[in-house]
C-alpha cells in the first residue's frame, strides 16, 4: 500500500458527492473529516482490513475490493465487490460497533481509494445525526447484497449460482471472455474449485462455455441466462 498525495479540495470534491449529509453538518465537522482523511494506492492482492480491526470508511475511486468472510475450514466467500464510487461501511467498525461478524477486505485490482479514519468518522457520527443515519443506511444496503450472497448459498443449485456469477460478469464488463481461474471463480460464489471444475465442465459439454488458460469465455448467452431462472 502507498498513500498518493491528495489536497482537500480534491477530497471534498469528492464527499460533495458521496455525504448527501456533506453540506447539512457544519464546518468545522466537515474539516476535521477532511484532516482525517487519506488516499491510498492499493495493489492487487494487497489485505487490506481485518476483523479485529476498525480501518475506516473507504471510498473507492478506481480499482475493485473484495468483502468476504472466512468459514472455520478455511474457505472463503464473497459478500460483494467495490467498484468506483462505492463505499465500504462495514470495514469502520468503531462507526457501526454493532457489526460483530468478521469481514475481510482486499484488492481484487490494483486500487486507488480514499480512507477516512475510523474513530474520526465515528466521533462526527455521534455528535451528527444525520452522519449516524447515512452510515447505518449505507451498511444496511450492503446487507441486503450479504442476505443475496447466502441465499444462492443456501438454496440455489451449484449450476444456477455458477450461471448467475457468469451472467452478472459479462454484463458488467461487457465481454465474453472472463479472465479468472476456476479458483478465484469458487471464491465468488463459495465453493470449491473441485465443484466449480465439474461445473464448467459440464457448461462446456452443452456449449454454453469455452474453457481455457486466459479464462472462461461465453459462448451461448441465451443458455446460460436460461439456466439462471
Known amino acids: 500500500m502507498s498513500q498518493a498525495v491528495f489536497n482537500l479540495t480534491e477530497f471534498e470534491s469528492v464527499y460533495i458527492k458521496a455525504f448527501p449529509f456533506w453540506n447539512v453538518i457544519s464546518k468545522t465537522e466537515r474539516a476535521y473529516i477532511l484532516d482525517n482523511s487519506t488516499a491510498a494506492t492499493y495493489t492487487k492482492g494487497y489485505h487490506i482490513h481485518d476483523s479485529d480491526e476498525c480501518s475506516g470508511v473507504i471510498l473507492v475511486r478506481s480499482g475493485c475490493l473484495r468483502a468476504y ?16 464510487g462505492d ?18 477486505v482486499d484488492a481484487e485490482e490494483d486500487s486507488q ?11 462526527v457520527a455521534e455528535r451528527q445525526p444525520e452522519v449516524r443515519i447515512f452510515s447505518l443506511e449505507t451498511a444496511v444496503n450492503r446487507f441486503s447484497d450479504v442476505m443475496w450472497t447466502m441465499q444462492q448459498i443456501l438454496f ?30 469458487a471464491r465468488y460464489i463459495g465453493s470449491a474449485r473441485e465443484v466449480v471444475s465439474r461445473m464448467l465442465k459440464y457448461f462446456a459439454g452443452e456449449g454454453i462455455v469455452e474453457v481455457s488458460r486466459k479464462g472462461v469465455k461465453i459462448l451461448d448467452r441465451l443458455k446460460l441466462r436460461a439456466m439462471t431462472v
Open 87 to 104: 463505499m465500504c461501511m462495514l470495514s469502520a467498525s468503531c462507526v457501526l460497533q454493532s457489526i460483530t461478524f468478521d469481514v475481510f
Open 113 to 123: 481509494c480514499i480512507v477516512i479514519s475510523g474513530p474520526a468518522f465515528a466521533a
Open 156 to 185: 440455489m443449485s451449484m449450476d444456477k449460482r455458477l450461471a448467475i456469477f457468469l451472467s452478472d460478469e459479462i454484463s458488467r464488463t461487457g465481454c465474453d471472455l472472463i479472465p479468472m481461474t476456476q479458483e478465484q471463480i
Open 69 to 84: 468472510m472466512i468459514s472455520e475450514d478455511g474457505k472463503e466467500v464473497t459478500l460483494y465487490r467495490l467498484y468506483p
